[in-house]
Structures are given as C-alpha cells and as structure tokens.
C-alpha cells in the first residue's frame, strides 16, 4: 500500500494565504480610530461653522437683500418687497448728506487713529522699563477700555456739557471762555473724536506693549554697543521689529472706528446740523431714526463701510504676504 506524500507549501504561498500575525488586526484597529478622530474633528468644527452662519453669513446676506429691494415696513414684515437693484446705492451716494458724512467718517478715523496709536505705542515704550507700581498703572490706563461704551460717552457728554461740564469750569478757572462743544457744528465733531481717542488707547497699549516684549533684550544691547543712542535704537531696533504688530493693530482700530456709532450717537446724535455724521450714524438713522424707516438706502450704507473695511483688509494681507516672500 502506497502511501502519498505531501510537501509542504512553498512560503511565499503560505504568506498570501495567511496574514502575517497581528497585521490584520493591527490595520482594523488603526481605521476606527482615523474615523473617530475625523468625527472628533468634525464635532469641534462644526460649532464654529453654524455660529458663523447664523450670526456673520445670514446677517450679511440679509443687508445685502435689504440693499437691493425697496422695502417698506408693510414688505418688510410680508418679505414681498420689489427688487431694485443698485438704486438704493445711487440715491445714497446722490444724497446731499453723502459727501459730509463720507468726510466726517475720514477725519474721524484719521484722527483718532493717528493719536490712538502715537499715545498708545509712547506708553507701551514707558511702561516696557519695569518699575515699580507699573502693573497698578497699566491697570488704570485699561479702565477706559473696560467700561461700557455707554458710561464713557454719558462722562465725556457731562464733561463736555456747555453749563455745567467739567470742562468749561476749567477754562472759567483759567479766566477763558466757554466752548459749546457739544452743540457747535465747529465742535461737534473733534469733541467725539476726542472722546473716542480716549478709549481706544488703552487698546493700542495692549497689544503694543506685548509686541515690544516679544523683541529680545539682545538685540538693544548690541545696539549700544554700537553706539547708538535711545532714539536710533528706537528707530532701527523698536519700530521695525514691531511693524508687523503695529500694522495689525492699525488695521483692527480701522474697523472698529469705522463703525463706531454709540459714542456719536450718545453725545451728539450727530448733530448739530450733521456736522457730526458719520456713515455709521447715518445708516442707523435712515434705517431707524425716522418714523418711516428706509431700510434699503441704510443698508446700503452699511454695506458701502463693508467694502471700506474689506479694502483695507485685502491691502493689509497682500503686504502681508509680500513681507512674508521677501
């Protein structure tokens, strides 16, 4: 009786039949974490992505409908307002309060740009040196920020209050006359502008003063070792190592002084006579300061301090990357 022999499979073979121990598992194991940590991923963004929506996208897609119909506060409430393309945008910038609030809009954010950030980066450069109470100081100078906007602008609108203000006794005391700050069209406006310089230096400190402590020690110690003095060192050493967070800081009081509203709007109501109007008061007056609102010609306003502030935006960005390429 034969018996039949058997010879054993070649390896090769035996490895395609059979996994390699743990391989299998090991990569079955592996995908249902990828898949968790993609859903994880998901689960953080999707938040953000429906806040968003909600209260950026939706909002700006409805000041946008809202400038291209006319609506009344009948279609307003039935949504069936005629569309009418860009002849809300026309009648705005034919207005004869366009050129003046336009100005007013420059002037404001011009100024208080300008002295926001030369007062703002004077006290970042003090308060860089450490000394004693300098914490307790820097706490002070943030108060300005921190309070309401409607508390600063009632103080400043006490102080500046044509009987009975702060001010005025002051120039009483110094045997001058009276200024009508708030209620003079030659006043008007620096007066809110002053006002909003002061709150927003405390701002420009901020952010000025934690670029200046990212600038290694080093670098001003062998610059006087080079000889330079405390105004070249600030002028070759400081300012150029503090551009990048000098032109974001610029750029965010940008926006946010183009569409200060409550500051104007509580002092002077942008008055007398528009004198003190900006785009931003202007839009919230055509929209809800009359008795027969015009939605469409105040979103249209709105929009246009849009596209100002995307401007600037975009023109910050390419610099930016030119910076970065360079």
């Not at 499979?9 to 968790?36: I, K, L, N, W, Y």
């Not at 706490?139 to 009632?154: C, D, G, K, N, R």
């Not at 209620?183 to 420009?204: C, H």
Request: aromatic share 14%.
């Amino acid at each position: 009786m034969k018996h039949a022999t058997q010879t054993p499979a070649p390896a090769a073979a035996r490895d395609r039949r059979e996994p390699a121990p743990g391989r299998g598992a090991g990569s079955t194991r592996r995908r249902p974490a990828r898949r968790s940590g993609q859903w994880a991923a998901w689960a953080f963004l999707v938040p953000v992505v429906v806040y968003l929506l909600v209260f950026y996208a939706y909002p700006l897609y409805r000041n946008v409908d809202l400038s291209l119909r006319n609506y009344t506060v009948r279609s307003f409430v039935q949504g069936d307002a005629p569309f009418t393309g860009l002849a809300n945008y026309a009648k705005v910038v034919r207005d004869a309060t366009f050129g003046p609030a336009l100005w007013h809009t420059v002037v404001f954010t011009v100024v208080s740009l300008a002295f926001q950030f030369t007062i703002g980066l004077a006290l970042a450069v003090f308060f860089v040196r450490n000394f004693r109470l300098s914490a307790t100081l820097r706490a002070l100078f943030l108060v300005p920020w921190l309070l309401p906007l409607i508390v600063s602008s009632s103080t400043w609108s006490w102080m500046l209050d044509s009987e009975s203000g702060v001010v005025n006794a002051t120039l009483k005391a110094m045997g001058l006359g009276p200024v009508n700050w708030l209620t003079s069209p030659d006043w008007s406006l620096w007066s809110v502008t002053i006002a909003n310089i002061w709150i927003g230096i405390p701002f420009n400190l901020v952010v000025l003063y934690s670029g200046l402590q990212a600038i290694p020690s080093h670098i001003y110690e062998a610059a006087a070792l080079d000889g330079a003095g405390g105004w070249q060192r600030f002028r070759r050493v400081t300012f150029p190592l503090l551009r990048p967070v000098s032109a974001i800081t610029l750029l965010l009081g940008l926006v946010y002084t183009l569409k200060v509203f409550d500051i104007i709007w509580i002092m002077t109501k942008g008055g007398p006579s528009d004198a003190s109007t900006t785009l931003a008061t202007w839009s919230y007056r055509l929209g809800f300061g009359n008795l027969l609102p015009s939605f469409g010609p105040g979103a249209a306003v709105g929009n246009l301090l849009i596209v100002i502030a995307l401007v600037f935006g975009l023109v910050y960005i390419r610099a930016q990357r030119r910076q970065v390429g360079a």
